[in-house]
């Protein structure tokens, strides 16, 4: 089980899974069921990310970091790049 929490930033369209670790996340404040992470999905979420799916449009951010990956579906979620500021020259 993954302590990671993340805050919905661009919800996606229609009804999806939204996953960390290899197990499904739950509404705050709800109970989580015991579990482990997935290995193949073991990579830490990071603290002040910005994750997207292109597919869904979904974008989440990490309020709080934990081991595994974000998923949505299965599919895992890309952190998100930064936008390229203007040159001044």
């Known amino acids: 089980m993954s ?4 805050v919905v930033v661009r919800p996606a369209e229609g009804h999806h899974q939204l996953g960390c ?3 499904a996340m739950v509404p705050v404040g709800t109970e989580a069921v015991g ?3 997935d290995p193949a999905l073991a ?3 990071l603290l002040g990310k910005r994750y ?3 597919v869904s449009g979904l974008e989440v951010l990490c309020s709080k970091a934990g081991d595994g990956a974000l998923t949505i ?3 895992v979620l890309a952190v ?3 936008k390229p ?3 001044s020259d």
């Open 52 to 54: 997207e799916d292109d």
């Open 43 to 45: 990579e830490p979420t």
């Open 73 to 75: 579906d299965g599919r």
């Open 21 to 23: 670790g290899g197990a």
């Open 85 to 87: 500021l203007p040159s």
């Open 80 to 82: 998100k790049s930064a």
């Open 3 to 6: 302590e990671t929490e993340v």
């Open 35 to 37: 579990g482990t992470v």
